[in-house]
């Protein structure tokens, strides 16, 4: 459909999430109204124009004057003649209740410790004060791990990403209270950050631990780790630098084991004939794992170095 001169996206939902009630009346009202894409858990403001076909309990439907007040989530999204192209989010943002001390934190700390999210490349020295080897965590959840790692490693500088803002006032608290000068937080989604604030063969250093499993089998598509996403964070780390995975559910393991044993930029460190490597020394073990291990589970680590 054109709009403008420019082509407009058709999208594919699925009924329920728009009911048909909900349709006919934009329809006969040629009102604007915002929906949920379920594949990327978007929000989009759009004109319906038409209902075009119906097919196995989907419907297309024709919008104008899309837009979205989310972020273009590729480059090339960002420019305006790029048709509209959303990729599937690894998360999905809840409403937590933060504490006070996590509220205080923002405002105390911050302004310190944060760093606004742009599409732009990050001067990273400037933003941490110094230059040192920089290592991105991505997702760190209430951030006791990524505070300890960074007691225990001065020397390196961590960039660490979390869309969840309890976590992120968390972090920022310890930051603040334990004076940890070698953190800096992007509360933003990670995959953003990496394709957009930081080049390429820029990292020493990246730690996913305990991503969010995302257990049944039509949410696997949310995963973190896959072959696309894994080939560009091999770009991004410099040679001899490396990717630290951590799991406590085995068939993600295996499928990282898969994926990242495929990429021909990782080479795996570990020398066990099960690919999977001794838990390194600077990963604390946090106390939800430390409960998982009394129980007998599982957890699985994978330390890949870039050739
Ligand atoms: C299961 S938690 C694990 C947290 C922490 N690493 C730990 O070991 O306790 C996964 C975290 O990753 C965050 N997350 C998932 N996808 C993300 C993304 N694309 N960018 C930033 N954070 C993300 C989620 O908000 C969640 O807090």
Redesign the pocket.
Known sequence: MKQGGKTCPVLLIKLGLVTLEKINHVLHQSESFSLRNELCESRFHAKLVSMRSRDNGCIFLDFSDMTTADTPTTPDATKSDTPFMRVI???VLRAGRMGPGQTRAFEQFGPKFLVPYAPERLDVAAAFGRSAPLILE?????G??TAKIAHTRPDDNFLC????AP?VGALLKRCGEESIGNIRIVQ????E?MDHMLGENSLDGVH?????PWHKSRHHKRR?IQSAFVNRLAKHIKPGGYLHL?TDWEPYAEQMMQVVSAESLLKNTATDPSGFAEKPAYRPL?K?ENRGLKLGHGVWDLVFTKV
Do not use: Q, R, S, W
């Open positions: 989010k690894t998360y991505i997702g760190f959840g209430m006791d791990a990403c979390e869309v969840h976590g933003h989604d990670a995959v950050v996913i631990f305990f991503p969010d973190l951590a946090t939800f």
